[in-house]
């Protein structure tokens, strides 16, 4: 099935560290959703963006919908160690009849103290 | 919290045998969502419902059946347990009229022997 490009797969970084990543697709998008799983959790919702250009933060967490609607990108300022975990991307097109989203396949951030 | 619960959260099964796992929902969301999570393969789309007796496939659908009776519940129904089907099951639930995004249930591990 479709999955989106996710990248990086992995990071370890230092706390206190700002952390980039980004997710891209061949097809346009008009949601992006950013999401945040813990080992043995079900992934939480962090931000959800709906217009191109689109800036939007949550906390540290900072997300934006690309200009060309076919990418977004999460940034996290000043890494602390619980910001360790799996961060997910997902586009959904609102095209007719389409209620399905679309997920990348992950960024695992691993934070060294 | 998205008011969302999955029963039973971990289940220990033999192959040959049915499984059914129930998300129950508190907020009267449309849509419904049953994904299974594998590593290496991210979240991938099983079944998911728009609306009281209205459902349809996702991309690994083979081996599951699911039924929505009520807006609240929908069940996923593992009619004959395999060990390729041991994985985390998540629920997950969509307003997508008015505010698009998707919460997530806390997830089900089934392990098929």
């Known amino acids: 099935g479709q999955q989106l490009n996710q990248s990086p797969q992995s990071m370890f970084i230092q706390e206190g560290e700002d952390v980039s990543m980004n997710c891209t697709s061949s097809s346009i998008f008009n949601t992006w959703l950013w999401y945040k799983q813990d080992p043995g959790e079900g992934p939480v919702l962090l931000i959800a963006?709906?217009?191109?250009?689109e800036l939007t933060s949550n906390g540290r967490l900072t997300a934006q919908f690309g200009i060309t609607r076919k990418d977004s990108f999460l940034n996290i300022s000043a890494s602390i160690p619980s910001d360790v975990g799996i961060y997910f991307c997902a586009g959904r097109r609102t095209t007719s009849g389409t209620y399905k989203y679309i997920f990348g396949t992950g960024t695992r951030l691993k934070v060294l103290a | 919290d998205a008011g969302i619960t999955q029963s039973p959260r971990h289940k220990v099964t033999e192959t040959g045998t049915p499984v059914t796992l129930r998300c129950h929902q508190t907020e009267n969301h449309r849509y419904m969502y049953w994904y299974r999570q594998d590593p290496g393969h991210g979240l991938r789309l099983i079944h998911y419902?728009?609306?009281?007796?209205?459902?349809d496939k996702g991309e690994v659908s083979d081996g599951y059946s699911v039924s929505r009776s009520k807006t609240e519940d929908f069940l996923l129904t593992l009619e004959s347990a395999t060990s390729s089907q041991t994985s985390v099951y998540f629920c997950a639930i969509s307003l997508i009229k008015g505010t698009d995004t998707q919460y997530f249930g806390p997830g089900t591990r089934l392990t098929v022997l």
């Open positions: 963006l709906y217009k191109a250009g």
């Open positions: 419902s728009y609306g009281v007796k209205d459902t």
